[in-house]
């Protein structure tokens, strides 16, 4: 990010006034770098106007807080850029506002304002993959280029990948087979994950994984705490229904291809950072029920001991990535950056007691191939052969039948840039 302006002040302004057309919001809090368009140090005091367009940006240590006429809240966390691409209003009831906020990069977290949560159809959210509608919401996004990921401390959300059936330019959120809904309703530990491929978006357990975006940029002790009990607005005649809904939808939901629920599979292999496990209050929670069957110099890979492990003696699998942490380290800039993974195959021969794996790490200006093959050992483990490898890999098979497995993995890009992650798949 060039030139960002540093800006250290911490305000608490409230809005006054009628809305000026035009006027997205202002600025409640800012600390750190950031820039908003080409502003200056100079040009940014407190309470300057966001306009409709206004590109937001934050550094590695920035903190933005801006704050709608119908007070709804926007909050960029470090190293974040959003674009408020289309923000109108009216200066009566907001009956004619329509707003479309891009989350290009970094961690966002939104509170809708009134006039969302009465017009939800004329509100959307859009990041590089994915589409979100809300149904009167308090949510925070991780947006990086090839995956998305939402988490709900408040009403609800509608994830669905851009592309034919879901088109950026569009607002409120786009309904039909590829959609899924997530609201918090005590279910604040699931992310909704939507990557590049246009699939439906899954829906993950997060503190298990460590996929939950506060981990990618964690809240500042300025941003206000989540409210649980929120106002929200969903699907007419859909009631109080769950969180994560059963498999069956009745008759009338199923004319004219109405949302689908997608309930989470339970995952059989999870990982934790060194940090986190040596953390005493915390290594009980990652190790409970569960043996270590990999780690490498980032970090330790476990799997549930139930259902107890088998797999067959013979035949081919072909496993399908389910979920994934991975980093870039640039060692001689003491920077490490967030990365997705993607064109992602894992397959094992049980009849050799072979595996073979492949996939691309890209992040912003970086990018890396790992292919990795070695053997498979008959408590399920498999570890790469250092002679046809070009990273290290090390995993374990998992559940009844071998249905999933995960790996570690790291790979030296050049002599100061590592590549490094844990990976989950199914089958």
């Known amino acids: 990010m060039k030139q960002l302006a540093l800006l250290v002040v911490v305000v608490a302004v409230l809005f006054h006034?009628?809305?000026i057309a035009g006027d997205a919001g202002e600025i409640t809090f800012a600390s750190g770098a950031i820039r908003i368009d080409n502003a200056t140090l100079g040009q940014i005091s407190a309470g300057t106007r966001i306009r409709e367009g206004a590109v937001l940006e934050t550094g590695v240590d920035g903190h933005l807080h801006v704050k709608f006429p119908d007070q709804g809240l926007l909050i960029l966390r470090p190293n974040s850029r959003v674009v408020v691409s289309d923000y109108v209003h009216d200066e009566s009831d907001g009956a004619g506002t329509r707003m479309r906020i891009v989350v290009s990069s970094g961690v966002v977290r939104h509170i809708t304002g009134a006039w969302a949560k009465r017009s939800p159809e004329q509100f959307r959210v859009n990041t590089p993959v994915a589409a979100l509608g809300v149904r009167g919401t308090d949510f925070t996004i991780f947006a990086g280029p090839l995956v998305t990921r939402a988490a709900v401390a408040a009403g609800g959300i509608v994830v669905t990948p851009i592309g034919e059936h879901c088109q950026a330019d569009a607002l409120g959120p786009c309904e039909g087979a590829l959609a899924t809904e997530l609201f918090a309703n005590g279910h604040q530990r699931f992310v909704v994950q939507a990557t590049a491929n246009g699939s439906k978006p899954d829906i993950l357990e997060d503190h298990d994984l460590g996929i939950h975006p506060d981990t990618a940029a964690p809240p500042s002790a300025a941003e206000p705490a989540p409210n649980t009990t929120d106002g929200l607005s969903r699907p007419k005649d859909r009631g109080e229904e769950p969180a994560l809904a059963a498999d069956t939808l009745n008759k009338n939901e199923l004319v004219g291809a109405a949302l689908t629920h997608t309930a989470p599979v339970r995952p059989l292999v999870k990982w934790g950072r060194w940090s986190d496990l040596l953390?005493?209050?915390?290594?009980?929670?990652?190790?409970?029920?569960?043996?270590?069957?990999?780690?490498?110099?980032h970090f330790a890979l476990y799997r549930d001991v139930s259902p107890a492990f088998t797999m067959p003696n013979e035949g081919v699998a072909s496993f399908t990535l389910k979920d994934q942490e991975s980093y870039f380290r640039d060692q001689r800039r003491g920077l490490t950056v967030p990365a997705a993974i993607d064109d992602a195959r894992l397959t094992v021969d049980f009849g050799r007691q072979t595996f073979t794996t492949r996939f691309n790490v890209r992040a912003e200006n970086m990018s890396a191939t790992i292919s990795a093959n070695g053997g498979l050992f008959p408590d399920g483990r498999f570890v790469s052969s250092v002679i046809s490898s070009n990273a290290a890999v090390n995993g374990a098979l998992a559940g009844e039948n071998a249905s999933q497995a995960g790996l570690l993995f790291n790979?030296?890009?050049?002599?100061?840039?590592?590549?490094?992650?844990?990976?989950?798949?199914?089958?």
């Open 279 to 297: 953390d005493p209050a915390r290594s009980d929670d990652i190790r409970a029920d569960r043996e270590r069957v990999a780690s490498n110099g």
């Open 17 to 19: 006034g009628r809305a």
């Open 411 to 427: 790979h030296r890009v050049n002599d100061h840039i590592t590549a490094y992650g844990a990976t989950s798949w199914i089958r």
